[in-house]
Every structure is written in C-alpha cells, then in structure tokens.
C-alpha cells in the first residue's frame, strides 16, 4: 500500500459504479484521483467526498467516444498535480442480444465505448508515459470474453479485442510502461441500467441479486495490481463470485 501514496490516478467512467468506488479506495490509500465521466454533478460530488475526508480528487467531463476529451483528462491530471502514474479505463456498456437480431446500434456503442475509448485512452496516456519513463495502464475487461455465451457475442468480442491489444502492447514495451487486465465477473453496479433487451435485463438483474460480488473486490485488485513495485508486472486478474459459473 505504501506504493499507492502519491500516485496520481486517471479514471474513466468514474461517476457510479465501479469506476466510483475505485476512485474511493484508491484516494482512501493516499493517491490523487483524477476523475472522468458523462456526469458532471455525480463527478463533483465525489470530488467533494474525497476532499472532505482530507484525500485529493479533481474532475473533467469527458465522454470515451472522444479522443480529445481523453487527452483533457490527462493533461487535467498533470495540470493538477504535475504527472499521471495510472490510468484506469473502466468506462464500459453492454448491450446484450443474438446475433441474428442485429442490434447494429448496440454494436456500435460497445465498439466505440469498450474498444475505441480503452485504445483513446491509450493514446492520450502513452505520450505522457513515455515523457516520464513510467506509467500503468489497468483496463477494466470482463469475464465475458473469457467464456463465450450466446447473447453476449459482440460485447465479449469488444472485451477480448481489449485484451489481444493489450497483450500485443505488453510484447512491444520496454517495461517502462506497464498493462494489466482486471476482468471482473458479476458485480453490484447498475450496469444492468443500460440493457435494451428486457429479457436480458431481467437475467442480469437477477444474477446481480443472488451472485454479485461488491465493486471493492474489484477497487483492491486495482490497489493490489498498482502497488507493486516498478520492476513488476501483474498481468491479469479474473475476478468473479465463488459461485459464477
């Protein structure tokens, strides 16, 4: 833990869920957070929470889509305290269908939010990295694409795209930057929110119910994989209930 003092740590999709509790712990251990989503005012109110129990935390609306507003939320970070160490790209949405039923919409969402915005991300913190010779990308992945169930085809190949990348990434490093894949399993959130498919959205709501694990398990794999000392390496973390299949 002492490694976490000091970090400075962007987050994206950062006002709910597990991007927010991420944010909590890690300042609860010491580090500067600097959080990005949609949201403003849910951003801010966990800025204030932080700050009131003595913790650094600034913010910046961004939305994953753009690769501009991933660049303003690491140069918000450095603007604000002088660097970045880690980046947690976290922002994520699932629409779940077949196939067949061609959701092409939904499709694209998940392209550009899980995909594009985790490989925006990337782009806007490499340089940055490269500048200090240092820094960590975590992507927050899923155990989606770890095991292929039907309805859930395009969103695993959105998680498992995230995961080849950052293996190819891992290959090309120097080891001056790292990467690590953090797939959560069931987890309380309001993911199921977002969910078009009504029947979809009952079934994830349900597992929720009788499965979830709470997004801490998921905040201290994060703490754990960041504070390590800098000649190591935590690749990946599969992280779900006991019980999930």
């Given at each position: 833990m002492q490694n976490i003092k000091g970090k400075v740590v962007a987050i994206t999709g950062a006002s709910s869920g597990m991007g927010k509790v991420i944010a909590l712990e890690l300042a609860k251990n010491?580090?500067?957070?600097?959080?990005?989503?949609?949201?403003?005012?849910?951003?801010?109110?966990?800025?204030?929470?932080?700050?009131?129990?003595?913790?650094?935390?600034?913010?910046?609306?961004?939305?994953?889509?753009?690769?501009?507003d991933?660049?303003?939320?690491?140069?918000?970070?450095?603007?604000?305290?002088?660097?970045?160490d880690v980046i947690v790209n976290n922002a994520g949405v699932s629409q779940l269908s077949r196939i067949d039923e061609l959701d092409v919409d939904g499709w694209e969402e998940m392209i550009d939010i899980n995909l594009k915005g985790v490989l925006y991300g990337m782009a806007a913190v490499i340089p940055v990295f490269k500048q200090q010779q240092s820094g960590h990308i975590v992507n927050i992945i899923s155990?989606?694409?770890?095991k292929i169930v039907p309805m859930q085809g395009v969103y695993a190949g959105t998680k498992n795209a995230v995961?080849?990348?950052?293996?190819?990434?891992?290959?090309?490093?120097?080891?001056?930057?790292?990467?690590?894949?953090?797939?959560?399993?069931?987890?309380?959130?309001?993911?199921?929110?977002?969910?078009?498919?009504?029947?979809?959205?009952?079934?994830?709501?349900?597992?929720?119910?009788?499965?979830?694990?709470?997004p801490d398990a998921i905040a201290n794999a994060v703490i754990y994989a960041i504070s390590q000392p800098a000649d190591v390496e935590i690749g990946d973390i599969v992280i779900r209930p006991s019980k999930q299949n």
């Open positions: 010491g580090a500067k957070v600097v959080l990005g989503a949609r949201r403003t005012e849910q951003l801010q109110q966990i800025v204030e929470e932080i700050k009131s129990k003595g913790g650094y935390a600034a913010c910046a609306q961004i939305d994953v889509k753009n690769k501009s991933l660049v303003r939320l690491v140069n918000t970070a450095v603007e604000e305290y002088g660097k970045l155990t989606s694409g770890i995961r080849t990348i950052a293996e190819g990434f891992r290959q090309e490093s120097d080891g001056t930057i790292r990467i690590t894949g953090i797939s959560p399993g069931v987890v309380k959130t309001n993911f199921a929110e977002n969910i078009k498919n009504k029947e979809m959205k009952t079934i994830i709501k349900d597992n929720m119910e009788n499965l979830a694990i709470s």
